[in-house]
């Protein structure tokens, strides 16, 4: 018998046992977990709850969202879609999704006909300006539990998040104490959602995360077994400079290890920022066969949190303070330089109207720095 395994998995169950009372999580099943999740998405993150007769698979949209977004923020847009015919705007849609992707699609809208269909809204810098605050908050964040999404089979996705009615995140999950880990969820992504069906296409959605209650991975790109899942992990320490270093989460005093997910990064403010300000997708050129190659970007969770945490501490304290971030080997020190040299050249203080930086420069000892 593996003794080490067997006191991992008991000081788990003392751990949740333990935690019971604070967390409210006592139905240790997967689907119990899935509940959980979707409980503090719709009670605590405002998210509304949908069906999966809701979605349309040939679309695959969520078609009631997507009018009711456009005829609340665009009536003059909705109007015209409607003479010209509903289905003539979905092929549309559906073409531009296809060719570029759910964050370019999102960041410019649509140009159907003589207007161009705006899809997103993005969070103003300042809440002064109050035309385009209303269109933000018209934004409908929604998620689907056990979402059917193929004609050919009836294979589900434990939770998918929809934005106005375009699916953005899909999600497996797991609980170790029904007897699965994550990593069986990454083999389900793996072995049995074909990347051929519309939902799991190239940047159809931005990302796709395996889940379970100790540890998060995620994919951008679904290619059958050659699938390659990151972790999308806090580390022991929080990101902190000290001990405990390693891989993993924390133990969570008020919950469940992986609470950050759904806490922190799946809210409304976070995925509008992230699809404002990080997610998108990239060409690359093969310097030998000269092949494109084109890889959508999400960013991890230490990147996406050393970023945020330099921005919000030069908004709420001024120029002039020093900061250093330390990434391991081929954790994205690139990217987390080229997104926060971007988003730190448009940052604005806290009252939204004055803004911080004319310039950012770079100082690298790589020769080459896209």
């Known amino acids: 018998m593996n003794w080490e395994w067997l006191q ?19 139905d240790t099943s997967e689907r119990g977990f899935q509940k959980h999740i979707v409980k503090q998405l719709v009670e605590k993150n405002k998210f509304r709850e949908s069906v999966s007769n809701d979605f349309d698979k040939e679309f695959c949209i969520n078609p009631k969202q997507l009018w009711e977004f456009i005829k609340e923020t ?11 015919g509903e289905r003539s705007f979905l092929v549309r849609l559906d073409e531009k999704l296809r060719k570029l992707g759910i964050i370019e699609v999102l960041r410019k809208g649509v140009k159907h006909f003589d207007k161009t269909v705006d899809l997103f809204f993005h969070q103003p810098s300042s809440n002064y300006n109050t035309k385009d605050l209303d269109k933000y908050n018209a934004n409908i964040f929604s998620v689907t539990q056990e ?33 699965q880990t994550v990593h069986n969820g990454i083999r389900q992504y793996q072995n049995d959602r074909d ?7 190239f940047a159809r959605c931005m990302v796709h995360f395996a889940a379970d209650t100790e540890l998060v991975f995620m994919s951008t790109h679904l290619n059958h077994k050659k699938t390659f899942f990151l972790p999308f992990n806090k580390g022991l320490n929080e990101g902190k400079p000290v001990s ?3 891989a993993g989460n924390p133990v969570n005093p008020q919950g469940l290890k992986t609470h950050y997910l759904w806490e922190e990064i799946l809210t409304k403010h976070s995925l509008s920022n992230i699809i404002y300000k990080f997610a998108q997708v990239v060409e690359e050129t093969d310097e030998e066969t000269k092949k494109v190659k084109r890889m959508m970007i999400f960013p991890r969770y230490h990147q996406l949190t050393a970023v945020r ?14 900061y250093l971030i330390q990434h391991s080997a081929g954790s994205g020190k690139s990217k987390s330089i080229a997104w926060l040299a971007h988003q730190l ?3 604005f203080d806290t009252s939204g109207e004055n803004h911080f930086f004319d310039s950012v420069i770079v100082i690298t000892h790589r020769i080459v720095l896209d």
Do not use: W
């Open 8 to 26: 991992s998995l008991t000081l788990h169950i003392r751990q949740q046992i333990k935690l019971k009372p604070m967390s409210k999580f006592t």
């Open 74 to 84: 665009q009536p003059e847009a909705f109007e015209m879609i409607q003479r010209k």
């Open 147 to 179: 979402l059917v999404y193929s004609s050919d089979n009836a294979n589900r996705l434990d939770l998918t998040l929809f934005l106005n009615g375009l699916p953005i995140i899909t999600c497996e999950l797991k609980n170790p104490l029904s007897g």
């Open 195 to 201: 990347p051929k069906e519309k939902i799991f296409s």
């Open 244 to 246: 405990p270093f390693g």
């Open 309 to 322: 945490q330099i921005l919000a501490h030069a908004k709420s304290k001024g120029v002039g303070n020093k």
């Open 345 to 347: 050249h448009g940052l």
